[in-house]
């Protein structure tokens, strides 16, 4: 094969489909579980995109499986990088949360409390303005958006507004939504079973759907 | 200043000494004496002209100004019983005096107009009038009601002489309507003194002041009634009689503090005074010519006025954290709301920015007609420098400050829903975090209590505590919950009316999901859903 062909499988919008994309140049954030981050190209969620994670009811463990990725994301401090000093970058945006995230809980997954910014609109249509102001400001490490009205056109801008802010979207969705097209890099479906929490990976732009059992099994570092 | 020997009560800002030790040190008389060390020093001590104005027709003045001969007057409640307080020229010659009842006023000329005192109107008049005055010199006093005191040796040479400087403020005094009677006195008590006694005097040389006092009948003082009594008892009834009184036997008589105004009525003893200032405040309102409905054209409406904040806050060095449009309506009550950043800002683009975003979602009941901009307090401009624009770093450049986002987000969402979180040491689960309004500051973490990281916590709670149906004894939520880990028994609180007493539990229901659980110890033994491990 020529290096051309080579460059250009190198780009992460292009892969085989036998194989992951080559993860060469761009590298995704490691999610913390090894068992997904072995399903996802990169090696981890990917960055500058919108993920959408698909759910039946709260509490199946949802908010867990980002937990790892959020609580690195908000600590990171550039040292190396003096004029990002005052600009705080990693903050962790929670749009239209349906219950109140519990702080105590958070700091006890390691969340830096001072990044996260809750914002309640009033309004499905805000809660949509309000994610895309929030990727697009380029301060929020990850914006994480609850919504039930988001259609293909709404899942493209976040996209866009993710990537122009180089910034993480997470948008959480009723199994409902399965059917929809979505512009999401990434969608996962998170059910509660009796075994633990299974995973189901729908769409891996750059990767492969697959399913995983238990997710979280023989995991003890972390809390509950 | 006069360097009088010390007085307690002119030591200001010092806690006041005893009152034996004042009465002992004011009885004696202060002699005006300049110390040597000023003398060395070759300074002279500055003297001060205090131009007093007078206006004896506040309360109907505050109300009405103009003359068109109309019988005016002012009334209000004397013992229950409404009376007139002021008359203008037209009632008065009708033979309307004050003093009469309301009724008997309106017998005697049924065409009198009415009004009642307003106090709060006379309050504003004068505040408006003492900033006014603030353009003749930098030190204005409010006396007392109705009585403005402007500090004017300073400001002699640029108005080109004490009668130019007089004149002017006469004549400006007349253009507003007022009726007012101004004299000027080296002290300022003299000069009110002396112009609430009609007298219409200019003494600049503080050697002439105690006999031009000493001629004013006793009631230019503002001295309760029964020291006047006692005083026309005594024989006295100008102000001069009073000076030759012995000094102890007047304080005794009288009490301290109405000889130590006679001492500084006099100048004998300094009398130093706070000046007024004219707040700062920046209201600018726009009329439109037609009624507008367009937002377009009201946004360019609101921008002008945003330019003219720029201009005065620039010129003041100033930045405000808070600003307020009034849309005004010809038939609804004006459309009002305020703006806020997170950082004291004048910019118009800033400002207009956030306009523009709140606009977007405010529905506006009629057309506009008018356009009010009202500003908070400015606070010192704390400039930083902007990233250059050709900075290597294309995300710092693209991106707006963690600031402006909430800027953003409150100013279309509302203030109290963008918040941040903090955690407090406290045991009671619903009270272990608080959210923290980020407009302000950023939230700041008390420590959390301790033994907390052992306890297990969900990371979605309920604001409200949701009951669960039982079923055989045991809590229903999507099926039969099953108790996996607990109890965790949280007793406390009993110290205020929200006490509680909890055993708490993780529990699954059939599908999977974990909850967060509780049952009341308390009478209810009630169970209840708290929170959810998402």
Redesign the interface.
Known sequence: MNDALHQLLKNRHIWRGTEQAESSDWQGLASGYPRLDRHLPGGGWPQQALTEILL?????????LL?PALARLSQINDPMDD??A????G?IAWIAP????????????GID??R???????KAS?SL??AE??LA????AAVLLWSETLDDGASRRLQLAAE???SWAIAFRSLRALSEASAAALRIKV???????DLGILKNRGGRPAVIHDYAAALDQY?? | MLPANKSPATAGGSPTPPVKEQQSLSLELPVVKTTPAAIASGATPVARLWLCIYLPALPLEALHRDNEGIARAVFDDQDGIPKVLLANDVARAAGVRLGFPVNAALALLPALELVERDVQCERRTLFSLAGWAEQFTSFVVIEAPGILLLELAGSVRLFDGMQKLRQAVSTGLGEQGFSASLSIAPTPLGATWLTKAGRRVCIQDAANLTSALSALPLTCMDWPLPIYESLYGMGISRVGDCLRLPRQGFAKRFGVARLLELDRATGRLPDPRASYRTPEYFIADHDLDEELSNSDLILNVCQLLLQKLEQFLLKRQLAVQRIRFSIFHLQHPATSFPLSCVQADRAVKHWFDLLRIHFE?LPLPAPAIAIRLRAGQGQPMSAKTD?LQF?K?D??R?????A???E??SA???NH???????VAEHR?QY??R?EL?LDR????EA?SPG??KS????????EPQPLAVRDGRPLY?GILSLEDGPERLETGWWDEDGIARDYF?ATN??????WIYRNRGKDRGWYLH????
């Open positions: 039946e009811h709260y509490g199946s463990g949802e908010l867990k937990m004029s990002h005052d600009s705080a970058a903050w349906p219950f109140d995230p519990y702080p105590p809980a958070l700091a006890q997954w409390l001072s996260v910014l809750i914002v309640r609109p009033k805000e303005w309000a102001q929030a400001s380029g301060n929020c122009k802010g180089q059910t509660a079973g009796t075994n633990g929490t809390p509950v | 979602r990233v900075t770093n995300k710092q693209q991106s707006l400050s963690i402006h986002l909430i953003r987000l279309r969402i509302g829903s963008v918040h941040g979180v903090s955690t689960p272990a975090w959210p980020t950023l939230p700041q973490c959390m907390f990281e297990r916590r969900p990371l979605w709670m309920l604001t999507q993780v059939p599908k999977g999901a974990r909850f929170g959810m491990f998402g």
